[in-house]
């Protein structure tokens, strides 16, 4: 829900008018970069948010999204841009398991009980 309220144009209408219906003002995540996993996206939902009088709070940090200074505003986009690289690092990571696994960088898609053929000798 929150990355639906966060991104603005892409929101559907139900989580925003879930928010300005049940009078939400303040928002808190865990830490500041997992609001968002890219930095366009975190910096775009954070001034959505603020746009819209919703205050965002990371737990770990609570004045990473209160301040609005120039040091404040670095710290919170190096984290966007960190914690984008570290998904774009995790999803290449599991790709290059899945070749070596022999699935062609395709998903695993699990196979019912009882149908998986025993291995020819």
């Known amino acids: 829900m929150l990355t639906a309220i966060a ?5 559907d209408s139900s989580a925003r008018s879930y928010a300005a219906g049940n ?3 303040t928002i808190i995540v865990e830490t500041a970069n997992r609001f968002a996993r ?3 996206t975190a910096e775009s939902g954070f001034a959505f948010l603020k ?3 919703i205050t965002l709070i990371a737990a770990d940090s609570p004045s990473a999204f209160l301040d609005d200074s120039p ?5 919170r986009q190096i ?3 960190v914690s984008q690289f570290e998904k774009a690092m995790l999803v290449a990571k599991l790709r290059v398991a899945r070749e070596r696994k022999g699935l062609g960088g395709r998903k695993p898609v699990p196979q ?4 998986r053929q025993k291995p020819q000798e």
Not at 7 to 11: I, L, M, N, V, Y
Not at 112 to 115: D, F, H, L, M, Y
């Open 7 to 11: 991104s603005g144009a892409t929101c």
């Open 23 to 25: 009078g939400v003002r």
């Open 38 to 40: 890219d930095l366009m």
């Open 51 to 53: 746009q819209q009088g």
């Open 71 to 75: 040091t404040a505003t670095l710290i």
């Open 79 to 81: 984290l966007a841009a």
């Open 112 to 115: 019912p009980e009882g149908s």
